[in-house]
């Protein structure tokens, strides 16, 4: 079955920076996009950007332009996420999602990891 | 200020149909599919309905999902307790040239 499973919960000082991972399985890892989305303590969902796992491109939200990074590394089928310059408002579950190419839905995700910015 | 946008919370009986409404502009869900999102207290967010009215397999048919225009809604008839979660409508926007959620639903089975 198709599963994500993302690395373990962070905590980081302002100005820092942080890695998630998110490790899949069950699928051609190649054949789909990956995606990550944000969510703040009770808040609502944010999308983050995206990366073709097969050709690497990526596209990000304008919002977090300059301070995402999305990469993959296709022999393992992980996809990570780099976010720098942390500030407190960057204190959320994050999440990495699976997205058929060519279509809009995320169709399964990852179990979500918190990332706690506080000096 | 969410892009998409949805009532903060709905709530009905068991048994009872809810609907919640999503609304958008022609940068996104007029040009674009929707796509709704359920999550349960505490999970991660699970793909409910695809391509506006699309069951991913395993959802019941309890719930659908339809668009008009710039707007779309989901129902959900037969409400039943375990469907107390959040819900979210999603779509691309060509303007933000990325994908853009609704705030959320709280949905309270009362």
């Known amino acids: 079955q198709v599963q994500l499973v993302q690395s373990g919960a962070e905590v980081r000082k302002p100005g820092a920076s942080v890695r998630v991972s998110c490790e899949a399985s069950g699928y051609s890892f190649t054949s789909y996009a990956i995606h990550w989305v944000r969510q703040a303590p009770g808040r609502g969902l944010e999308w983050m950007g995206w990366i073709t796992a097969g050709n690497g491109d990526t596209k990000y939200s304008q919002k977090f332009q300059g301070r995402v990074t999305i990469t993959r590394d296709t022999s393992a089928s992980i996809a990570y996420m780099d976010l720098s310059g942390l500030r407190s408002e960057d204190t959320a579950v994050y999440y990495c999602?699976?997205?058929?190419?060519?279509?809009?839905?995320?169709?399964?995700w990852g179990q979500g990891t918190l990332v706690t910015v506080s000096s | 200020q969410s892009v998409l946008t949805q009532p903060p919370s709905a709530s009905g009986t068991p048994g009872q149909r809810v609907t919640i409404s999503c609304s958008g502009s022609?940068?996104?869900?007029?040009?674009?599919?929707v796509n709704w999102y359920q999550q349960l207290p505490g999970t991660a967010p699970k793909l409910l309905i695809y391509?506006?009215?699309q069951r991913p397999s395993g959802v019941p048919d309890r719930f659908s999902g339809s668009k008009s225009g710039t707007s779309a809604s989901l129902a959900i008839s037969g409400l039943q307790s375990e469907d107390e979660a959040d819900y979210y409508c999603a779509a691309w926007d060509d303007s933000l040239n990325g994908v853009v959620f609704g705030g959320g639903t709280k949905l309270t089975v009362l």
């Open positions: 391509s506006d009215n």
């Open positions: 999602a699976r997205n058929p190419l060519g279509t809009t839905e995320l169709d399964n």
């Open positions: 022609s940068s996104n869900i007029g040009s674009y599919t």
